[in-house]
């Protein structure tokens, strides 16, 4: 089976950072997606990893080690618009590439 | 319009009513999703569509039925539906192929209501 473990919620303050982390086991793992959803809205794509390392992009950085099986997300310099959920999705190629969501991490910025 | 526009943003129906589900993709994309979304529970995906044939079909009970009618456009009929099913329905779209990202994109989900 195939099974994405996230934290339920975070909280943290602005202007600090906060790592999310997110642990795996998938069969046909194909490369690892981040979303960010804020209530009431689409997910949008945040970050993509396929090989092992960081991928940093601006504040947002994502880090994947596919044989720890195990992925972070790291925010910088933490704004109040960060509140959102943070999904970690895991590409698959069972016949057809599909992602994997997990339940998704809830993170409050507070002032 | 761009991107993955879905409609209606707000849907509440009873268990005997029929409705539909539309999204619409501007991106030029040869995929199309269905996912599910509840409180507490991770996006389940439902249907997937490539080239407008159904290549995916997540053991989703038959009172869903999806229609793809062509590459920009995904439809979700509901008929007899439970009161379980209430949750945010996300479509979603991409390319599919040997691509780097090929990430998904996603509408912005209609909340469904079951009475």
């Known amino acids: 089976g195939q099974n994405i473990d996230q934290p339920t919620e975070m909280t943290a303050t602005e202007g600090a950072i906060v790592q999310i982390n997110c642990t795996y086991q998938t069969s046909g793992f194909n490369g690892l997606f981040w979303y960010q959803q804020h209530a009431g809205e689409a997910p949008t794509f945040l970050s993509y990893n396929v090989l092992d390392g960081l991928e940093e992009k601006g504040r947002f950085s994502s880090f994947l080690s596919r044989s720890k099986g195990y992925s972070y997300l790291l925010l910088k310099e933490l704004q109040m618009k960060d509140s959102a959920s943070y999904l970690c999705?895991?590409?698959?190629?069972?016949?057809?590439?599909?992602?994997?969501f997990g339940t998704g991490t809830r993170l409050l910025v507070s002032p | 319009e761009t991107g993955v526009t879905q409609t209606p943003r707000h849907l509440v129906m009873g268990m005997t009513n029929k409705k539909s589900l539309k999204c619409e993709q501007h991106?030029?994309?040869?995929?199309m999703y269905w996912y599910k979304q509840s409180a507490k529970k991770p996006l389940e995906l439902m249907f997937v569509y490539s080239l407008e044939e159904r290549v995916e079909n997540n053991s989703v009970p038959s009172r869903f039925s999806p229609e793809c009618p062509n590459s920009s456009h995904l439809f979700l009929h509901l008929h007899t539906l439970q009161p379980e099913d209430s949750a945010l329905y996300l479509c979603a779209s991409s390319q599919s192929g040997t691509g780097a990202y090929n990430e998904q994109f996603f509408g912005p989900g209609t909340r469904l209501t079951v009475l």
């Open positions: 991106l030029g994309h040869n995929a």
């Open positions: 999705a895991v590409r698959v190629n069972t016949g057809f590439q599909k992602l994997v």
